[in-house]
């Protein structure tokens, strides 16, 4: 349990970590919120949910059922496949306005028409189900997809956090399980900062912040043209024109010509790459430093100090000093025993 005033916050970091139970409902009592979890965290998602929420109690309670729907896959389709393929069945489906994503294993592959369907029955806002046909990959970081259920479509109208985004994931990058860590980067901007978000994609770090905020100034910079319009038309639809300036371009070249020692706050949300830009974000901080969110993947077994390790090790060739690292977290996990790591560093 969390209290209440918390609980917002409690529910992205356990939908994101799949420790929700969708079976159970979420109670309110004495001003403390019930969210039901359907495992035991690990030590490291616990260590994280300790960090975020102090006030956290695990403990047993005595949850209601949902009636209204059966969301398990595999009630579903338990009539319709055989146990030793319903064992397969994808666990996660990631939910982007009405349209389901989800990833069909080889196995799996000659069923996919009836999974579709069955997401389509369990999510009654869901009107598309998309399954993931390539790895994500290229400068713009797209993925193609096959449409298994529903209407043929990539575009919708997602909602985070308050927010209204204008998706469309066969032209730009979005995922909707970053939705914590894009209000984790938001809560942590003061007012009256400078950010410099450098792989900015459709905005969804950039509005947000914008958004939380009443006196910053954000510079959104992606170089891929689909993700600038949609991020254009995103801050046009959450109102934050006045304080998020939109940049089509290379980052480098961007940071070179124009936002050089101008950022009290960098975001480097381009794990695969990110590396290749830490004296670019060096450049883009002020003289006198500000902080960075440095993001990588990682696939080591103590994937947090590598991260760490890697971090202080490449600032090492920069121009700057690493003052402290605040904090290094798990952002999600990519693959067994690969995960997307974030480092928020104080650069001097
Ligand atoms: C992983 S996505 C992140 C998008 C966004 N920050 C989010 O959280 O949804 C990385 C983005 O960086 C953009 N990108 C890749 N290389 C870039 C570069 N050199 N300069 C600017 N943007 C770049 C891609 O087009 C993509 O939209």
């Not at 985004?165 to 209000?183: G, I, M, P, Q, T």
């Not at 459709?202 to 905020?213: D, N, V």
């Not at 381009?270 to 006198?288: F, M, T």
């Not at 798990?330 to 690969?338: D, H, Y």
Request: net charge positive; charged share 25%.
């Amino acid at each position: 349990m969390v209290p209440r005033t918390s609980a917002e916050k409690a529910l992205a970091l356990l939908t994101q970590l799949e420790l929700l139970d969708a079976g159970l409902r979420i109670q309110a009592d004495n001003g403390y919120t019930h969210i039901p979890l359907s495992r035991e965290p690990f030590a490291w998602e616990l260590e994280r949910i300790r960090n975020d929420f102090p006030d956290v109690k695990l403990c047993e309670y005595e949850f209601l059922e949902r009636h209204e729907k059966i969301t398990k896959l595999a009630d579903l389709l338990s009539d319709k496949l055989p146990p030793h393929v319903l064992a397969s069945l994808p666990h996660a489906v990631d939910f982007v306005g009405d349209i389901a994503v989800v990833e069909i294993p080889p196995e799996l592959e000659p069923h996919k028409l009836a999974i579709g369907a069955a997401i389509l029955k369990a999510h009654k806002r869901v009107r598309t189900v998309l399954s993931k046909s390539s790895p994500v990959n290229g400068v713009y970081r797209l993925r193609t997809y096959e449409t298994i259920g529903g209407e043929a479509k990539t575009q919708t109208l997602h909602k985070e956090h308050g927010c209204i985004y204008h998706v469309d994931l066969a032209k730009a990058y979005f995922s909707s399980r970053l939705s914590y860590e894009h209000l984790r980067v938001a809560s942590l901007v003061k007012e009256n900062e400078t950010i410099v978000d450098m792989f900015a994609g459709i905005g969804p770090f950039s509005i947000l912040t914008a958004k939380r905020h009443s006196n910053v100034r954000v510079y959104a910079i992606d170089v891929n043209p689909d993700a600038y319009e949609l991020l254009r038309k995103n801050m046009l639809v959450n109102r934050v024109m006045g304080k998020v300036t939109p940049i089509l371009g290379d980052a480098r070249q961007v940071v070179n010509e124009r936002l050089t020692g101008v950022a009290d706050r960098v975001i480097m949300n381009l794990p695969e790459k990110a590396v290749e830009y830490i004296d670019v974000a060096c450049r883009a901080l002020k003289p006198e430093g500000g902080v960075m969110h440095y993001y990588q993947f990682v696939d080591t077994p103590e994937p947090l100090g590598t991260a760490r390790n890697r971090f202080a090790e490449a600032m090492k060739h920069s121009n700057r000093r690493l003052l402290r690292i605040s904090e290094t977290r798990i952002v999600r996990g990519i693959a067994p025993f690969k995960y997307q790591v974030v480092v928020d560093a104080e650069i001097k």
